[in-house]
């Protein structure tokens, strides 16, 4: 990763060193065994190294190598779903504690940023859901009334006040939420790392799990060099799962979402674009999402892949975009470009999966990682430490569900995307 940027671009480039994490080398013994160095099981490791149990983190590349290190770091409240569809699909009383759970979502992750001294490039100026035309504005209407209802701070701006905040553009409306911002995705994930190290877990990166055996009392992980063995194991790899979590990755579709990101902008361009520096992105199907990082740069996001034909595609796409929705930018010129996968779920609402004895696993976020991993994380480890019971959890424990035609599916969502950025024009 270092210095990459097709892999993770902009954020490698410009985030802090990550901690020394080693490959494992040997056999050790831990309580609780995590796999994944991403949101959510860098914060489960804290917590539960907080708890006073010994936790050992394997990550099969580096801390932040998949989705955590490649998002556009807009920090969200909740779902994509509607809320009251979330509450009908999973029921009482899971639907409305995990909305609950969620809308405080940013809340903690923010907390725990400041309390940990984490430097990720925090901005907590909201974030903007623009409105598409008129049926992107009766969706985030009915958006805003159902936050309103559970008492957010939400409020819809109309397309006046939407084009002074985003500072170009035609969109009919934008959904504020005061909650939200965003961050610096990469240098949030090393920070965590760093967390939970001081807090006594241990973290192995370039440690493929191998094999996973129930030896009995206890489960033994075995990777190339070593292996661990523990009373419980957590599965945190979302859309980047290899053998053995493999049956838990065949749930999702993996969708590419790519980002670019512009040299640093002059003074007179930063107060004219974004000039409160709120996160945006857009109803529509293939939507487009845009941010600033700390140094001026203009981060432009959408659906798709970063490699072969689709490369040209979503490049010149967006270089049209920009012009379109920000003129005065003038020429494009992009300093980096890098796209990453989401785990997509049939209803788009994340999984609890108890796989076997003491074997339990969340995952996927549909592209609403960074809040909801982080408080998910949570969520596990005191599920683990016994500090919560199955019960009380924010979602219920279900079977693996497998898509039909699931790589069919992936492949016409990729296609898709390159179709309508080689089509269509908006903004």
């Not at 490791?45 to 190598?65: D, K, Q, T």
């Not at 980047?240 to 579709?253: A, C, F």
């Not at 674009?273 to 109803?283: N, S, Y």
Request: with cysteine; charged share 20%; glycine share 14%.
């Amino acid at each position: 990763m270092k210095g990459n940027r097709k892999s993770h671009g902009l954020w490698e480039l410009t985030a802090p060193a990550p901690p020394y994490t080693g490959p494992l080398v040997g056999d050790l013994q831990a309580d609780v065994v995590v796999i994944g160095g991403g949101y959510t099981g860098l914060s489960a490791a804290i917590h539960l190294a907080e708890g006073g149990v010994r936790v050992i983190l394997l990550e099969a590349s580096e801390i932040g190598f998949g989705g955590s290190g490649r998002n556009v770091g807009l920090v969200n409240a909740g779902m994509w779903v509607m809320l009251d569809t979330l509450s009908v699909t999973l029921g009482s009383p899971f639907g409305e504690r995990l909305i609950e759970l969620l809308g405080g979502g940013p809340q903690e992750v923010f907390a725990s940023i400041e309390r940990h001294g984490i430097d990720c490039e925090v901005e907590r100026a909201g974030t903007l859901h623009c409105a598409a035309g008129r049926r992107g504005l009766e969706e985030i209407q009915i958006r805003s009334e159902q936050w309103q209802k559970r008492g957010a701070p939400v409020a819809v701006l109309d397309a006046k006040e939407t084009r002074r905040k985003i500072g170009g553009g035609n969109y009919t409306g934008a959904l504020l939420d005061t909650r939200a911002g965003t961050i610096q995705p990469l240098a949030y994930a090393r920070g965590l790392a760093r967390v939970a190290l001081a807090a006594g877990a241990r973290i192995f990166a370039q440690t493929e799990v191998l094999t996973v055996r129930d030896m009995g009392l206890r489960w033994r992980v075995g990777t190339a060099m070593g292996s661990v063995r523990a009373e419980w194991v957590i599965v945190a790899t979302d859309a980047y799962g290899k053998r053995p979590w493999l049956r838990v990755q065949r749930e999702q579709i993996r969708l590419p979402y790519f980002n670019l990101a512009t040299r640093p902008l002059p003074d007179r361009l930063r107060t004219s674009i974004l000039p409160e520096r709120q996160g945006a992105w857009d109803t529509h199907e293939v939507l487009s999402s845009f941010r600033f990082d700390q140094s001026g740069r203009l981060v432009f996001g959408s659906v798709g892949a970063l490699e072969g034909i689709g490369a040209l595609v979503h490049r010149a796409w967006a270089v049209r975009s920009l012009r379109r929705l920000f003129p005065q930018l003038g020429d494009v010129e992009f300093e980096a470009g890098w796209f990453g996968m989401i785990g997509m779920t049939s209803d788009h609402l994340p999984r609890f999966h108890k796989l076997d004895r003491n074997l339990v696993s969340f995952g996927g976020y549909n592209g609403r990682g960074i809040a909801p991993g982080t408080v998910l994380g949570r969520v596990l480890a005191s599920y683990v430490l016994g500090r919560l019971a199955e019960e009380d959890l924010p979602l219920p424990a279900a079977p693996v569900e497998y898509w039909r035609f699931r790589a069919a599916r992936g492949a016409l969502y990729r296609a898709g995307s390159q179709l309508v950025h080689l089509t269509e024009a908006r903004l």
